[in-house]
């Protein structure tokens, strides 16, 4: 069974600087894929960058990157000068790559960004 | 290129009422997932399609709740009778198969009385 951790309910961080939203995560297939969704207070799900299990770098997507470290299980989703636009949830969320294509998703973390 | 459409966007009923929920996919796209996403159990899948045929209905939460995709553009789930504890924001996805990106549609939320 495949487990997502999002230990961060929630994060306040100034407009401008860095913020990193912390993903751990927990399967014993070696294929699968990592994914970060935002959802704001309008509802919608917003696909923001996926990351696979044998990617040899890091995704990035324009201001989001991906800080995949296999080995200790974790898929941080860093977004480099925020915006106040970038307040929402944020979901991770995983996928194996064998048979099931379901996802597994965390808790998510409410990210309000401060002006 | 339309995403994932989905209707009605709100919906009210009472107990006891039947609720159907419409999915149009991403054209192309083969594989059709709902979710549903509530404050106590966050975003949990319900049933999954692979070209029109249900692969994984394991979270589909009892009896009342049936899912049907009848061709490639199309799909319906319904709640008979519906319950105020199937309150939720229900979700259509679609991807292009094993290992693509799931694109959702905007939800409905659905308010039984």
């Known amino acids: 069974a495949q487990k997502i951790t999002q230990t961060q309910p929630g994060m306040f961080v100034q407009e401008k600087e860095a913020v990193t939203l912390d993903c751990t995560y927990d399967t014993s297939d070696p294929s699968y894929g990592l994914f970060w969704y935002k959802q704001p207070s309008s509802g919608e799900m917003i696909f923001l960058i996926y990351q696979g299990s044998y990617d040899q770098q890091n995704a990035t997507e324009g201001r989001y990157s991906l800080n995949f470290q296999k080995a200790r299980k974790s898929a941080n989703l860093v977004i480099s000068a925020s915006q106040l636009g970038d307040s929402a949830m944020y979901f991770c969320a995983m996928r194996t790559n064998f048979g099931n294509e379901k996802l597994t998703f965390g808790t998510g973390t409410r990210l309000t960004i401060i002006p | 290129d339309a995403g994932v459409i989905q209707s009605p966007r709100h919906e009210v009923t009472e107990m006891g009422q039947e609720v159907t929920l419409r999915c149009k996919p991403i054209s192309g796209h083969n594989s059709l997932f709902w979710y549903r996403q509530t404050m106590m159990r966050g975003l949990e899948l319900l049933i999954y399609f692979n070209n029109n045929v249900p692969i994984d209905d394991s979270g589909m939460p009892e009896d009342r709740f049936s899912a049907k995709m009848p061709n490639a553009s199309f799909s319906t789930l319904k709640i008979q009778p519906s319950e105020p504890r199937d309150s939720a924001v229900y979700f259509c996805?679609?991807?292009?198969?094993?290992?693509?990106?799931?694109?959702f549609g905007p939800g409905t939320r659905l308010l039984v009385l």
């Open positions: 996805a679609s991807s292009g198969g094993t290992e693509e990106t799931q694109y």
